[in-house]
């Protein structure tokens, strides 16, 4: 099993809907939580840290469920530039490495 | 943008070949860690220098190796390539080395043949 895993994509929306990405992570002890974007062949942008309850930033909303070990990423009204992959990222606070899932690629549609 | 640059953008090898990549981290940074990441997949983990030393590394073989300088840019090194390793490798800089707010510069892309 895969220590993050992220719903296989891709997710082909409309232009306007509202877009839910959801992330599992296996170990407990992951004490940092991440959405990273990526565009096609660049690196990889923070999209907004997660916080335990929960964060806001414009049309996008982060949640994390520490229970269930699961962290979701909203985007609302959709805009074409919001066309990209979309990682979730978990780090342990006693170890420096950043765990990556595969990513969900998102292609919003006119 | 970041200020993380990384050269050369792209590269193209034949198996057994070596090959050095370059990373220079943003001003008052002084951890890199290095990230392979293949088609389709996402980021793997390969080692952080923190103040010129191996702080730490990933489940990769040593003919992946790596230095820091005391300005803090950073190279990556790889041995007798294999077709596998044909991915974009990113470099990502911080200011400690506790993972959270790493600034990635733009990557190298290399080509295994």
């Known amino acids: 099993r895969k220590e993050v895993e992220q719903d296989p994509g891709p997710f082909n929306v409309p232009e306007g809907a509202t877009v839910a990405f959801n992330c599992t992570y296996s170990n407990s002890a992951s004490q940092s939580f991440f959405w990273y974007r990526q565009d096609c062949r660049k690196e990889p942008k923070l999209l907004m840290s997660v916080y335990s309850s929960g964060n806001e930033d414009g049309r996008f909303t982060a949640q994390l469920n520490r229970a269930s070990q699961y962290i979701s990423l909203l985007i609302r009204d959709s805009k074409l530039s919001d066309s990209a992959t979309y990682l979730c990222?978990?780090?342990?606070?006693?170890?420096?490495?950043?765990?990556w899932g595969a990513g969900t690629k998102l292609i919003i549609k006119p | 943008e970041t200020g993380v640059t990384q050269s050369p953008t792209h590269l193209i090898k034949t198996r057994g070949q070596q090959v050095t990549l370059r990373c220079s981290s943003q001003?008052?940074?002084?951890?890199v860690s290095w990230y392979q990441q293949a088609l389709g997949q996402g980021p793997q983990f390969i080692f952080q220098?923190?103040?010129?030393?191996?702080?730490g590394r990933g489940n990769f073989p040593p003919r992946f190796s790596g230095l820091q300088f005391p300005n803090y840019s950073s190279e990556l090194n790889v041995n007798a390539l294999e077709l596998d390793d044909s991915a974009l490798y990113l470099c990502a800089s911080s200011l400690g080395t506790s993972g959270d707010t790493q600034y990635f510069g733009p990557g190298t892309r290399l080509t295994v043949l």
């Open positions: 001003s008052g940074h002084n951890t």
């Open positions: 990222v978990v780090n342990k606070k006693s170890n420096y490495q950043l765990i």
């Open positions: 220098y923190y103040r010129e030393e191996e702080n």
